[in-house]
């Protein structure tokens, strides 16, 4: 069992950044593939990032490529999403979530078995 709690959302204006953090619980997180996904009112969950356990390969999705970047710091059980140039379609509630089982990775939300309460990014025009 793990359980995820995000930090770091807030109102910002466009072109600014932020980061966002997950904190996990338990002793295995480096054996944990960690996304993050968004989803804004009346859609669907949308695929953000992701990095992959062990080796650390990372994706994103079309929409932040080249914005944002994701990591992670096994010591703190602690994955990061640093969002730049951010744009008012950006605004969204950011989930963290986490899979052991994923190999290598998955952009669909069905695939992951843990997930934080989530953390709201509004970015004004």
């Known amino acids: 069992q793990v359980q995820l709690v995000e930090s770091g959302g807030g109102l910002v204006q466009a072109g600014d950044s932020l980061r966002l953090s997950c904190a996990a619980s338990?002793?295995?997180?480096?054996?944990?593939?960690m996304g993050w996904f968004r989803q804004a009112p009346g859609k669907e969950r949308e695929f953000v990032a992701v990095?992959?356990?062990?080796?650390?390969?990372?994706y994103y999705g079309d929409s932040v490529k080249g914005r944002f970047t994701i990591s992670r710091v096994n010591a703190k059980n602690t994955v990061y999403l640093q969002m730049d140039s951010l744009k008012p379609e950006d605004t969204a509630v950011y989930y963290c979530?986490?899979?052991?089982?994923?190999?290598?990775?998955?952009?669909?939300?069905?695939?992951?078995?843990?997930w934080g309460q989530g953390t709201q990014v509004t970015v004004s025009s």
């Open positions: 979530a986490a899979s052991p089982r994923l190999r290598p990775w998955s952009p669909r939300p069905d695939d992951y078995d843990y």
């Open positions: 338990g002793r295995t997180f480096s054996s944990y593939t």
């Open positions: 990095i992959v356990r062990t080796i650390g390969t990372t």
